[in-house]
């Protein structure tokens, strides 16, 4: 993970804003809203901008992946090209979807809002579709986790430092 951020620090930082970049950060899979806050901590954004484009970037691609995922896996699945990579991105998220099947409503909430690797609102909208979990079951979870990471991330990368220094 730091070396994505690194990255983007290195070749987005003098062509977008600062807010521009975290919005990008945490739009992008494996980052998201913990890259994002991380990445804006550095560059020293306010804490409630970055909380609103952290959290803007992170909840974009929700309704798209839980609404758009299975019909275009289902499409990649036909290629012979695509159908390992996607099989195998299948594999992996629903490896990790056992407390969200067995909590339904608040395993995907703390599934998405704790900030551990491999969890997040990619995967947890990946996993919701996969499982055929309802939109309107499944969005109001991701974005309740969504808001959970955020008040984690915000207090280990804001609040926290600001005690201890």
Same mark, same amino acid.
């Given at each position: $993970?730091?070396?994505?951020?690194?990255?983007? $620090?290195? *070749?987005? +930082?003098?062509?977008?804003? =600062?807010?521009?970049?975290?919005?990008?950060?945490?739009?992008?899979?494996? !980052?998201?809203?913990?890259?994002?806050?991380?990445?804006? +901590? !550095?560059?020293?954004?306010?804490?409630?901008?970055?909380?609103?484009?952290?959290?803007?970037? *992170? %909840? %974009?691609?929700? /309704?798209?992946?839980? !609404?758009?995922?299975?019909?275009?896996?289902?499409?990649?699945?036909? @290629?012979?090209?695509? =159908? /390992?990579?996607?099989?195998?991105?299948?594999?992996?998220?629903?490896?990790?979807?056992? =407390?969200?099947?067995?909590?339904?409503?608040?395993?995907?909430?703390?599934?998405?809002?704790? /900030?551990? /690797?491999? @969890?997040?609102?990619?995967?947890? +909208?990946?996993? #919701?579709?996969?499982?055929? %979990?309802?939109?309107?079951?499944?969005?109001?979870? %991701? !974005?309740?986790?969504?808001?959970? #990471? $955020?008040?984690? $991330? @915000?207090?280990?990368?804001?609040?926290?430092?600001?005690?201890?220094?």
């Amino acid at each position: $993970m730091n070396s994505l951020i690194e990255w983007f $620090m290195t *070749n987005l +930082s003098g062509a977008v804003s =600062k807010e521009m970049l975290v919005f990008i950060v945490s739009m992008v899979p494996i !980052l998201e809203l913990r890259g994002g806050i991380i990445v804006a +901590s !550095l560059l020293g954004i306010e804490m409630w901008r970055a909380v609103f484009f952290c959290g803007l970037g *992170n %909840i %974009i691609p929700v /309704p798209f992946i839980l !609404l758009f995922i299975t019909p275009i896996f289902g499409w990649l699945k036909r @290629t012979r090209f695509f =159908k /390992p990579l996607v099989e195998k991105l299948e594999t992996k998220a629903m490896s990790k979807s056992e =407390k969200i099947e067995k909590y339904e409503f608040w395993g995907l909430v703390l599934f998405v809002g704790i /900030p551990l /690797p491999g @969890t997040g609102a990619w995967t947890g +909208s990946l996993v #919701a579709a996969l499982l055929g %979990i309802r939109f309107r079951k499944a969005l109001p979870a %991701i !974005l309740l986790g969504i808001v959970l #990471a $955020m008040i984690i $991330m @915000t207090v280990l990368f804001y609040v926290a430092p600001g005690l201890i220094l």
